[in-house]
């Protein structure tokens, strides 16, 4: 069963309230044999529709009308934290880059890319890698630090006992917190791309985090970057 939806073309959905530009990435990825199952020029259309079609991928524009960008990305990957976001945006000024990852986005991706990196962004972004144009790959790991010295507000009561992880689980989440891809870290560890996904996921469940994004500031707060 597993083996059938890995080899399913990865089902996308472009989000950009300018139609030419729209069209043409749909047009791009469909070409690259990607399954572009809806697109949308608003926010509100793209909530809706990405409820209907619940594509793998959301190729997202942060300047949107009705509702912005980055709420699009919490409402969506707040109800299903399996999807995954890829911003694809004019803008590469870095507090729109912080906020988009902290709503939920997996990548960051600037307009200025070319074609063959956007359908490559997609591809990895489809199987949890976190896509950044060059130079805000650091950006965002230097905010996962900044958060993760932050204080965590008291929640009262004692503390509840830490989930116990596994040896090779601690191992990968050490690695995602040094900033690694999954691919890399298939490749440091020798083991599959797809072992590497499943790591996350128990480490995710068991820690009850919903994305990535919580995983590294976790991993940060408990100084496994550095270990």
Known sequence: MNEQRAERPIRVMVVDDHPMWRDAVARDLAEAGLDVVATAGDGEQAVRRARTVTPDVLVLDLNLPVKPGVQVCKELVGGRPELRVLVLSASGEHADVLEAVKSGATG???????????????RRTAVGDPVFTPGLAGLVLGEYRRLASEPVPATGGDEPKAPQLTERETEVLRLVAKGL???????????????????????????????????????????????
């Open 181 to 227: 891809s999954y691919k890399q870290i298939a490749e440091r560890l020798v083991i599959s791309h797809r072992t590497v996904q499943n790591h996350v996921q128990n480490t995710l469940g068991k820690l009850q985090l919903h994305n990535r994004v919580e995983l590294v500031r976790y991993a940060i707060e408990r100084g496994l970057d550095d270990a």
């Open 108 to 122: 960051y991706l600037l307009k200025s890319a070319s074609t063959e990196e956007l359908i490559d962004a997609v």
